[in-house]
Structure formats: structure tokens, C-alpha cells
């Protein structure tokens, strides 16, 4: 009996001696497993937060005069972040406006002095052409009144040949009678008939020139009545007045553009860039006193918290993401956070994936890249390009 209770207690230590190492590496197999299901569990894929990313420049050649914030500092949008002098040292622009000034004023005091001159000469003009114009009317009147006294002249005239004429046709009745009484000769007889000829024929003259005259009458009696009834312009004084006064008011507005080109000029010897958006300074590019460029960066301003996260999920797993389906985005560290998102947007194409997701440096990795937009990110606190996790919820 004793050595049978011998045999079974050397039996019970062998086995316990052999199983002891088999459940530890069980144990150990068991734990290494559960670690790596636990880890593909929490993260499927990986992801870079991004922000908006602004680089500072000037849009013209000059010199840095003033930086107002330095690196990594903080700026508000609108915000003055540089001062550039975008002026050419050896630039002459200021005193060619200036020098234009002048000339302007010169001649807006050439053409004040114009005025009473002006005046002056345009209101003796009208009296003259007014004295000139009471003239002619007068021209014209005189001549309607000497066609009428030359019309009455005429017409007693004719009217006193005309007597005439009778009484020598009587004269020559009578001188008829006697010569055919041979009382007196008749040479007499013809010399009465010859005068009675003449009178007659300068009554016909006479009427022929009465009749003319009563035409000139008439004409003249029309050209008096259109003298007076045409609207005879005379200079206006004022009008020509507000002629120089408008050259005056041109030249004006000239020097009122000199004015402000001069003030362009000026604003050009600091011109203040303005933040365009709320970040952090994260690059400083320029020295104060150095040479900026159009195409030559300043600075570069990076939003302060991210607004957005760019995954990329295996292109053999591409089919399983879709937008508008909830994922976790998970904060890797010491401190795990994560907060529920939806898929905003997906890429069109295989894309390689940053060299900070890949996990080896030397073996590039491509992935369907897909965007991920919360508001709420900034409950996670992440830094812009930052390395998050994204997995199913």
C-alpha cells in the first residue's frame, strides 16, 4: 500500500510539473491575442487632421518694414501681421505729382484772371452789335421813307404834266383855229404839238419810274419788316463766363486725382497685410528689413484647431466605406479620446497614402482616401496634421 501511494505521488508531480509551463504559454498565447483583437478593434484606419494653411505675401515687390507677431504666436482674423514698403528707393513719382500740381493751380489762376477781361469784352461786344443792329433798322426805315417821298414826288409830277398836257391840248385847239384862219402861222401850231409830244412822253417816263419806285417801296417795307422780326443773338456774357468757370471746375477734379494718387503713393510705403483667418504664425519666411517678393512668402499662418480629418481605408475594403455612415474618431496617446463623426465625402481615386501614415518609411501604402467633417473635433484638442485612428462605432 505504500508504494502505491509512492507511484501515484510521483505520477501527480510529473504532471503538474509538464502542465504548469503549457497553461502559462497558453495563458501568455491567449493574452498576446486578445491584445492584437483588442487594437484591431479600437483602430481600422488611419488619418491626418488638416486645417486651413495660409501663406502671407505681398502682391508687390518691396521691404519688410514691420512684423507684428512672431512664431508660433497667435493672430486674429484682420489682424496686421506685416508691413511692406512697396516703394522703389530711387522713386520720383512724389515729386512729379507735385511739380503737376502746380501747373494745375497756375492755370486755374490764368483762367480766373479771364474772367473780368472776359466780361468786359463780351459787354462791349453787345453794345456794339446793339448800336450796330439800331443802325441798320434805321437804314431800313430811311430807305422805305425815301421810296415814298420819291413815289409822291413822281405822282405830282405826273399829275402836274398831265395838267400841262391839257392845257396845251386846248392851246393847240385854239392855235388850229387861228391858223386856219391864217391869223398866225403854222409853224406855231407845230411847235405847241411838239411840246405837247415831249410832256407826254415824260409822263409815260415818269410813270414807268413811279412804278419802280412803288416795287423798291415794297421791297424795302419787307426787308424792314423781317430786320425787325429776326431774333439777332447777342454774346452771352454769363454763358461765356460758365464756359471758363467749368475749365475752371476740370482742372479741379484734376488736381483733386493728383490728390489721390499722391495719396496711393503714400499708402504705398505701408502696406499692411491683414490675417485672413484666426490661427497660429507656424513659419516665419522674411526678416524685418529684407527684400519681399510677389512670389516669396512672408509667413504662413496655420488654423489653430483642425476642422477636418483625411482617412484612407484599404482599397481591398474601399466597397464597406459610404458617406454619411458614423465612425469614431479616436485621439491616440496617453489619453484616448473619441467622439462620434460622419463620413462626409469620398475620394474618386487610389491615392498613396502621407508618408506619416505608412508603417514602414521605406514601403509607400495607397488607400481610397475619404474626409470626415465635425465641429466637434476640437473637443479631442488635435493639432493640425495630426495622426488620428477612425473605426467603426
Known sequence: MARRNSKSHEFSSSMTHHIGPVVVWLVAVICVVALFYQRSQRIEVLGLTRGRVHVVASAAAGRLIRMAAGLFEPVQQGQVVAVVDTLPDNDYARALIQERQETIKAQMKHLAAQLLPTQERLSAQAVNQETSRAADARRFAIDVENARLRILELRTR?????ITARALNAEIEITRELVDQDVIDASELQRVQLEQDGLRAMIRENELLLAQTQANQAQATERLNQFSLADVQTPSVENALEVIRREIEV??????ELLVELSAIESRKAVKIHAPFDGIISQVHGTVGGVVDVNQPILTITQDRPSEVVAYINETLADEIEVGMEVQVVKMGVEVKMILCEVSSIGPRIEQLPQQLWRSPTLPQWGLPFL????????????????VGVRRP
Do not use: N, P
Open 158 to 162: 405826273i399829275e402836274t404834266d398831265r
Open 251 to 256: 482742372h479741379d477734379k484734376r488736381l483733386h
Open 372 to 387: 470626415i467633417k465635425s465641429d466637434s473635433l476640437d473637443l479631442l484638442d488635435l493639432a493640425v496634421g495630426e495622426k
